[in-house]
T-cell receptor, first 114, second 115 residues
Framework: ETGVTQSPTHLIKTRGQQVTLRCSSQ?????VSWYQQALGQGPQFIFQ???????GRGNFPPRFSGLQFPNYSSELNVNALELDDSALYLC?????????????FGQGTRLTVV | KQEVTQIPAALSVPEGENLVLNCSFT??????LQWFRQDPGKGLTSLLL?????REQTSGRLNASLDKSSGRSTLYIAASQPGDSATYLC??????????????FGQGTILTVHP
């Protein structure tokens, strides 16, 4: 049990719609990261939030956006959904402290775009 | 740009065998390297974290090593069991830059341990 929870666990959306995924970080952690994992691939870094500010972004378009709240919960928003956005979306929680930083992942949200 | 490669892509072994999973990375300026386990359709479970200053970490039947100079890490699983069947992923955390804390993952090794 990692203490990181994501909701919902599964979601089906239509192309062009918007979606919001949620993550509740482990207590005491100040950083949350989001990853996209396509079938059969390793997770790809979307972005990271540290103390409510985005401090790193992967190769994803601006229609992928996020928020981190004072209680260290987080949202991932995706606008104008495309079929290729179908994937497992993973949230990771950590406390940044150099080489001791360890990431703990939630169970993921499976998004299907039809 | 950090690239992480895992070999083999898939591995099938009989129960009881000792096995080694390999992970290589192109940029040796890493903070740490983390090994994960992923069951089908599930999230990632952290197995071992090796800091950049360490050479190895052990947890139960698992042992992970790190050689920064050669850009390699290995995960050793002793006396494999059917319950070890899963996908194993390695990920490096880069040292600084605008994406501090970002994990770069390999594509994983799918392990099947048959009775």
């Amino acid at each position: 049990e990692t203490g990181v929870t994501q909701s919902p666990t599964h979601l089906i959306k239509t192309r062009g719609q918007q979606v919001t995924l949620r993550c509740s970080s482990q207590s005491g952690h100040n950083t949350v990261s989001w990853y996209q994992q396509a079938l059969g691939q390793g997770p790809q870094f979307i972005f990271q939030y540290y103390r409510e500010e985005e401090n790193g972004r992967g190769n994803f378009p601006p229609r992928f956006s996020g928020l981190q709240f004072p209680n260290y919960s987080s949202e991932l928003n995706v606008n104008a959904l495309e079929l290729d956005d179908s994937a497992l979306y993973l949230c990771a929680s950590s406390y940044l402290q150099g080489s001791h930083t360890e990431a703990f992942f939630g169970q993921g949200t499976r998004l299907t775009v039809v | 740009k950090q690239e992480v490669t895992q070999i083999p892509a898939a591995l099938s072994v009989p129960e009881g065998e000792n096995l080694v999973l390999n992970c290589s990375f192109t940029d040796s300026a890493i903070y740490n390297l983390q090994w994960f386990r992923q069951d089908p359709g599930k999230g990632l479970t952290s197995l071992l974290l090796i800091q950049s200053s360490q050479r190895e970490q052990t947890s139960g039947r698992l042992n992970a090593s790190l050689d920064k100079s050669s850009g390699r890490s290995t995960l050793y699983i002793a006396a494999s069991q059917p319950g070890d069947s899963a996908t194993y992923l390695c990920a490096s955390r880069i040292d600084g830059g605008t994406s501090y804390g970002k994990l770069t993952f390999g594509q994983g090794t799918i392990l099947t341990v048959h009775p």
